[in-house]
């Protein structure tokens, strides 16, 4: 009653902004009356007056967005004027929220108003798209109007160097794929000088088809890793014995006394996989261990349940392909190929294993980030996509985006019928087939949805049977989907495509499609997210168009089968179904729409502990990170690794320094300690000197300093900069594994009645303590005991080569490099009493 009185939250907002299409469009004359030449004048000006603070980006909004409504009239052919639907997107986007707009409705146009406003800045501006293709084309295309005002534009694509990435991201307006740009990110802090990094500071961004990236792909964090050590035999030799294993029939869960009639019970809604005692004996047996549970065979054990998944979770053809000899994982979501994607944890390994390919070495992480947090670390974020608003909770809570549904600039004539549901696959698939060859008798074209390239590849199998030419596009036909999904609106045509695939290419109708009633859109079942069945429905029905769509299910459909209840059975066996006969019942329509909502929210959990979890991390990365940039862009280096230097020596001291009484035995250990470190030997008037006090001890690192800076002369800082940087990205690759580890086994802190999530973060932190520690440590010991062997020459210096700088410590260069540095002293428990003495907590007193 009150949404019909006042309005929708989305109403009132809308009319808050029609003053500001008013204010534009009072502009409209002006910009009329201008020059070719004046519109890059005029962006010049504006942009002046924006870096000078004489003007607002909001100040110069009306204005701008005129300019460039009336530039898009000029720049294209034919003339492409914003209408003023696309004026609201634009204001919303600029605002930095998601604009959600039907298909057909100019997205790409619309992300030109903010994109220009904002590049007025010179900070740069980022539109981020799903593909290559895509990319490409859209700053190909919208470069017309970006050139007229005088505005540079650049393009990040797989396969560039670091030269063009960096004249790329140096243009006023960058676009990219989501991938490019995070990889870039990751690069950029192993870069080890400032000249290297490709990437501005993040100012703004536009994400295109933003559900598909801030949801749908923000369960696989970006990793960028090095090989690992582990051997490739392992995998063989456990897939071996994964084809005498038997899977258990399905156990009643409220039955607490139910046993495994297999020898492993598969959960195929969280794709998880358990032993029972039987499965357990026989592995045993096979792999010839006595118990598998025993710790050196822990690593066996995690073998044999990744080999299970990668047998009963992972199918090819609809998970992953094999394309020239490699496993190449499909996007769930799109039917996209994803190359260089891998599974973790050593489960691409074991599909490897089991498809018989090449199983490469396992990696090891070198750097991380998902893309929530990345995104987030823009100043400002916005989005724009055809289906947002059912994720309209994830996007406030976790990107404090808020979503604004834009009306169409014409009305929505499609007409959606009720799904057709039937018993079995074979029923379903036969009356699809029927649908499309019926349509293509009349000659309206049809573009048909699959989950999977398996799926899709079933139906094409039966219109060859009915003699229907069609067009499959699944992830096999990458590099055609945009020319074959454009072509989609034409007579006769039949387009069969793996969920979104094409995403971002219109479909315009051919002629004499609107009198045959348009496109007609098949779903081949429902998908877990209603967005994504919305998103297929989309396609259809562009600006005002004619068009249809029907889903058909199947009690045998995935979705159906494991999140569906049973009474849809039932239903069916009351309507007394016949084979063959298809029911459209709003009972059975419901209680398919809650199944999506439970499968909507089970995986948005799931992205949100991940986030729980990286987030733990990312507080680490920002913290390495930022230290990584000082150290890079830093003039001077020498007073940051001088603090190092003291805040080691203060935290070696304080057993001694601290206590009343200091027994020799203390003494001695410290001093030992200060040895290993300082390598005050070198120094013969610090001989005499059994335990300095602080200020000795400055004066000990003032003299390290002063004898480097003696030695190297003119390299000095570079050479400190080396060290400083070395140390901090070994000790943070080893860091990065320990927490991995950890993340691994942090899950069995359930069973102690413990809060896993609040134990990573408690041990996470620790971990993090050691690793400060240990930095400082390595690049001390580096300082101290480096010895400059050879003059070198300024023009011989070069930033990749370390040849002239070596270690001469009492063990081998190569050992000291590898082997990470540790504590000599034993690991304090937090709450133990302090070895200092004091009689306090450890954490109360030196742990504080």
């Keep these: 009653m009150l949404k019909f009185l006042f309005g929708s939250k989305n109403d009132r907002y809308l009319k808050k902004l029609q003053p500001v299409v008013d204010a534009i469009n009072s502009f409209e004359s002006k910009m009329e009356a201008l020059s070719d030449e004046d519109f890059p004048a005029t962006i010049a000006m504006w942009r002046g007056q924006v870096e000078s603070g004489v003007k607002t980006l909001d100040d110069l909004l009306p204005e701008c967005f005129a300019l460039v409504r009336e530039a898009g009239r000029r720049a294209f052919d034919p003339p492409m004027r914003h209408f003023d639907a696309q004026l609201i997107g634009g204001y919303v986007l600029h605002q930095g929220k998601i604009a959600e707009m039907k298909t057909g409705e100019g997205k790409t146009l619309v992300a030109t108003l903010p994109v220009v406003l904002n590049a007025l800045s010179g900070k740069g501006v980022?539109?981020?798209?799903?593909?290559?293709?895509?990319?490409?084309?859209?700053?190909e295309w919208m470069n017309q109007l970006y050139s007229f005002l005088g505005l540079s534009v650049g393009v990040i694509v797989h396969g560039l160097s670091d030269q063009e990435r960096q004249q790329a991201y140096g243009a006023d307006i960058t676009y990219g794929t989501n991938n490019e740009?995070?990889?870039?990110?990751?690069?950029?802090?192993?870069?080890?000088?400032?000249?290297?990094?490709?990437?501005?500071?993040?100012n703004f961004a536009i994400v295109d088809e933003v559900d598909s990236i801030l949801i749908d792909e923000a369960r696989t964090p970006l990793i960028i890793s090095g090989p690992g050590e582990k051997s490739s035999g392992l995998y063989r030799r456990?897939?071996?014995?994964?084809?005498?294993?038997?899977k258990s029939s399905p156990m009643d869960p409220e039955d607490k006394d139910a046993v495994p009639d297999g020898d492993f019970v598969l959960d195929e809604k969280t794709k998880s996989v358990t032993l029972s005692d039987e499965g357990v004996e026989k592995v045993e047996a096979m792999l010839g261990v006595d118990n598998l549970f025993d710790p050196q065979h822990i690593s066996l054990q995690h073998h044999v349940l990744q080999a299970l998944k990668a047998h009963h979770c992972f199918q090819n053809d609809v998970e992953y392909i094999i394309k020239d000899d490699q496993v190449v994982l499909v996007d769930e979501f799109t039917g996209r190929l994803m190359p260089g994607r891998r599974l973790s944890d050593g489960l691409h390994q074991a599909i490897e294993a089991k498809e018989n390919v090449k199983v490469e070495a396992e990696n090891q992480t070198l750097a991380s980030i998902t893309f929530q947090n990345y995104f987030r670390m823009y100043d400002k974020l916005a989005g724009m996509t055809g289906?947002?608003?059912?994720?309209?909770?994830?996007?406030?809570?976790?990107?404090?985006?808020?979503?604004?549904?834009?009306?169409?600039?014409?009305?929505?004539?499609?007409?959606?019928?009720?799904?057709?549901?039937?018993?079995?696959?074979?029923?379903k698939y036969e009356a699809i087939a029927e649908d499309i060859a019926d349509c293509y008798r009349r000659g309206q074209p049809t573009l048909v949805g699959t989950v999977s390239i398996e799926k899709s590849e079933v139906l094409s199998a039966l219109l060859k049977k009915k003699k229907v030419p069609h067009n499959v596009l699944n992830a096999k036909q990458h590099e055609k989907e945009a020319e074959i999904v454009a072509e989609a609106g034409h007579q006769k045509r039949v387009t069969i495509a793996t969920n979104m695939a094409g995403r971002g290419t219109d479909i315009k109708l051919g002629e004499g499609v609107r009198e045959l009633g348009g496109l007609h859109i098949i779903g081949t079942e429902r998908h877990e997210s209603r967005r994504i069945d919305n998103q297929l429905r989309g396609?259809?029905?562009?600006?005002?168009?004619?068009?249809?769509?029907?889903?058909?299910l199947a009690l045998d459909d995935d979705l159906m089968r494991l999140f569906g209840s049973d009474r849809l059975q039932g239903i069916m066996d009351k309507l007394g179904l016949e084979d063959g006969m298809a029911i459209e019942n709003k009972m059975?329509?419901?209680?398919?729409?809650?199944?999506?909502?439970?499968?909507?929210?089970?995986?948005?959990?799931?992205r949100k502990q991940l986030l729980e979890y990286d987030d733990v991390m990312n507080?680490?990365?920002?913290?390495?990170?930022?230290?990584?940039?000082?150290?890079?862009?830093?003039?001077?280096?020498?007073?940051?690794?001088?603090?190092?230097a003291i805040d080691l020596l203060e935290e070696i001291l304080e057993p001694a320094l601290d206590m009343k009484d200091v027994d020799q035995e203390t003494v001695d250990s410290v001093r030992v300690r200060l040895e290993e470190v300082f390598n005050f030997e070198r120094f013969e008037t610090w001989q005499d000197v059994t335990l300095p006090d602080r200020e000795q001890a400055e004066a000990w690192v003032d003299e390290i300093f002063a004898y480097l800076r003696t030695a190297t002369t003119t390299h000095f800082q570079e050479i400190?900069?080396?060290?400083?940087?070395d140390s901090l990205d070994r000790n943070w690759k080893e860091h990065l594994l320990n927490m991995d580890h950890l993340r691994d086994g942090i899950g069995l802190r359930g069973y102690g009645q413990k809060d896993p999530k609040q134990e990573y973060k408690r041990e996470g932190f620790e971990l993090f303590s050691e690793l400060v520690y240990t930095i400082k440590e390595s690049v001390m010991r580096a300082f101290s005991h480096l010895r400059i062997e050879a003059e070198v020459k300024d023009e011989e210096f070069q930033h990749e080569q370390s040849e002239e700088l070596e270690y001469t410590d009492h063990e081998s260069s190569q050992e000291k490099k590898k082997e990470p540095v540790k504590r000599s002293a034993p690991k304090v428990s937090r709450n133990a009493p302090c070895p200092c003495g004091s009689g306090k907590k450890y954490k109360k007193c030196c742990g504080s």
């Design 238 to 246: 456990v897939d071996a014995i994964i084809p005498s294993l038997t």
């Design 619 to 644: 507080q680490q990365r920002e913290v390495i990170y930022t230290l990584r940039r000082d150290l890079m862009q830093a003039e001077t280096v020498e007073d940051i690794a001088r603090e190092y």
């Design 181 to 202: 740009f995070g990889f870039d990110y990751l690069r950029d802090n192993m870069k080890f000088y400032k000249e290297q990094l490709v990437q501005r500071p993040l």
């Design 539 to 552: 396609r259809s029905g562009r600006q005002g168009d004619p068009g249809s769509s029907r889903f058909y």
């Design 126 to 139: 980022h539109v981020i798209t799903v593909n290559d293709y895509l990319a490409s084309r859209d700053a």
């Design 588 to 606: 059975v329509s419901s209680a398919i729409e809650k199944s999506q909502t439970r499968v909507e929210a089970h995986h948005f959990e799931i």
């Design 720 to 725: 400190l900069r080396y060290f400083l940087l």
């Design 387 to 427: 289906t947002a608003d059912t994720e309209a909770v994830e996007f406030s809570q976790i990107y404090n985006l808020e979503v604004v549904v834009i009306p169409t600039n014409r009305p929505m004539v499609r007409k959606d019928n009720p799904d057709s549901i039937y018993k079995t696959q074979e029923q």
